[in-house]
């Protein structure tokens, strides 16, 4: 059995008000010129943005804004990002807004670190050698990004557009400044979004092939139970301090490695591939993309273990029937009004788009993915097919 | 409400084998020189420590030995183990052993670091500034220290002998290789006392006032579910890898701050200062200690908030009742063999001892302990007089 790494450096500042340490953490990390990295405005909107620089001002801290960060964030900006860092002699990245940010602030921070292409990273061809510090004030609970090793970014200078990730350790960030209050205006979609995320990031761990730690297991079940009771809370109170908080570390802790730590493998993840392949080509939202397809993915891969399924049954919903067990997760998907297919994505598929799709996901046949069960290019277009209602 | 922080950037390498990873690990935390720090001498008779130090030979790393380490770890010889570091220019400490060892050898890290006396850190003297490196290769599932910020030191040179803890960032050490079946020779008592120990972690921490964040609880729940299942089977079962890989992985979360995160305060830890006392006076197991005063500590403090307990009861046991849950704790402790009193320590407690020991733990009369309830002398007296039968 393979010695398993857990490894979550990230200082974490947690509560009310996380993120009036800014300045302070800043400093006792050691920054003198900061990129302030934003998405579309809506932190300047709500006053946050405008408080953070205030407190980097008050402190002595010169800083450079760099907004306009996309869901599915886009190369493009990475490049503007690591030509600022670069020119300007940034020392400190710091991201304000959610995972997609914060994946963009990590992306420059590798490329401004070394001296080739940023996108090499991403499509496998260079390591990652170092980074330039990067620090997030979180305001979406959803991708984990603020204490993953992963980044994710979306290449909108080719044809098809690719969307990538990259894990490594220098994608542990110095510091998340977690302010359960700051997701308080997230709108219902992206609540519900960021809980699928959330559970999908357990969910894809707790599959896989080999020995598995009970421990992690048990910490999974308390983790996927939060969160669907959180989820709904949240929808309906979104000022509710309880549900967006236990989001929140729900979140953070779903992808730090903590629900994999002592298993054989570091899991499944076929249903992220299969989504990244239509929030590539088609920009849906990521959470959105992961609920549709992952009762077909579960359906299809079920026979290779249904006492996994049983155990997650039991565990979460005190019911051990494995196609139940399916069945309770797309009722909390619908009840959280997320798609539990293809179409409820607003997406037409035919035969054909999933044929391409598939071939999308092993890069033309030349890969496969998955864990529990590795999928070919033939198990994922059966897979987008019953996504789809066409089998 | 408090901003809470966590902060676990102790780099752990978990499964079998994890101990043959010790040179490589050592190398990227550019150690040159190592201090092998060990206790009586079982990992000598296991061929833990001739397997080490060939490794370590192999790859070229020079090291100085310094055995010894007895439970309760005495100040004397960390001042050995300060001088020894600062004569030969060691620039790591590997403990090999229990969490004795490591907190000796975090001791001796502080003080090697630093001018002037070590005891000054844990009578609260002086601040800790920094640390020689530490790492461990754990063989007991007990303290947790491998992931905590804590040391707790005795000074033999006093009479009487006091026992104290210390809580720095600079006591979170930078790698934990935790092999499960390094565990396996331990005792039935050393099985029982350490799962005593890691629930009690646990424990001190859902006792609090303010703000608790439920996950966080769930988490605790699950913990503590896992080793009251585990612990048994250990018993057992000795060389069963499930159970051992449980609670060591409980051991190592139980202490990290993951069962005490979002909440409003760092938890109660009144049982543990209670148990110091006599560990300190009369060298009984710390694990042992707390099973023997737990129940009587919670009998005492249950008025202050039944649903505390109830909520804990449902969560573990499926049993809402204050008190029943206070006695499943004990069923549990009896079942692993361990005291549910102070006579069952060996100690034969009167009213004259118990009163000396509430003034112990007190400093004179000097300092109130707890959280969930603030106890004084008069109330730790009370405890130590129900835990002894007295009351």
């Known amino acids: 059995m393979a010695i398993k790494e857990y490894y979550t450096p990230t200082h974490v500042y947690f509560g009310k008000g996380a993120e009036d340490k800014v ?12 990129l302030v990295h934003f998405g579309s405005g809506s932190v300047k909107r709500s006053g946050l943005l405008g408080k953070v620089e205030a407190a980097l001002t008050e402190a002595g801290i010169e800083f450079t804004e760099l907004g306009g960060v996309v869901p599915n964030p886009r190369v493009s900006l990475v490049r503007k990002g690591i030509a600022l860092v ?10 304000v807004g959610g995972g997609s940010v914060l994946d963009s602030a990590k992306a420059i921070g590798y490329g401004a670190y070394d001296g080739g292409d940023v996108w090499d990273f991403y499509c496998r061809k260079r390591k990652v050698e170092g980074t330039v510090p990067v620090g997030v004030i979180l305001t979406l609970s959803a991708t984990g990004s603020e204490m993953s090793d992963s980044s994710v970014i979306t290449n909108d200078e080719t044809d098809p ?3 990538r990730g990259v894990s490594t350790d220098f994608g542990r960030i110095k510091f998340a400044l977690l302010d359960p209050e700051l997701t308080y205006s997230v709108s219902r979609y992206q609540t519900a979004c960021g ?8 969910l894809e761990r707790y599959f896989h092939q080999g020995y598995a730690l009970d421990f992690t297991d048990k910490i999974s079940f308390a983790l996927l139970k939060e969160v669907m009771e959180s989820a709904k809370v949240a929808l309906e109170h979104p000022d509710d301090y309880d549900a967006r908080a236990n989001l929140m570390w729900c979140g953070s802790l779903s992808h730090n490695g903590l629900t994999g730590a002592g298993n054989e493998t570091n899991g499944d993840w076929a249903c992220h591939q299969i989504e990244h392949e239509l929030s590539a080509e088609y920009d849906v939202a990521h959470g959105a993309g992961l609920a549709a397809v992952w009762g077909s993915w579960a359906r299809y891969v079920l026979d290779v273990d249904p006492s996994r399924f049983s155990k997650l049954g039991e565990g979460v919903f005190g ?21 539990t297919d293809i ?3 607003g997406l037409d598929f035919d035969e054909e788009a999933c ?6 996901v092993t890069f033309g046949n030349t890969r496969t993915i998955g864990d529990f069960k590795v999928l070919d290019t033939e198990d994922i277009f059966n897979i987008y097919m019953m996504a789809s209602g066409l089998k």
Chains 1, 2 share one sequence.
């Not at 809980?195 to 357990?202: F, R, V």
């Not at 044929?355 to 999308?360: D, H, I, Q, V």
């Open 23 to 34: 300045a302070e953490v800043l400093k006792s990390n050691g920054a003198h010129k900061v």
């Open 86 to 95: 670069k020119e300007q002699g940034i020392d400190f990245i710091l991201a």
């Open 195 to 202: 809980a699928t995320d959330i559970c999908m990031h357990t």
């Open 161 to 163: 557009v690719y969307k």
């Open 319 to 339: 019911e051990s029937d494995p196609v139940k067990t399916i069945e309770k997760f797309e009722e909390f998907f619908r009840a959280i009004e997320m798609p």
């Open 355 to 360: 044929r391409k799709a598939a071939l999308g």
């Open 343 to 345: 179409k409820g994505l």
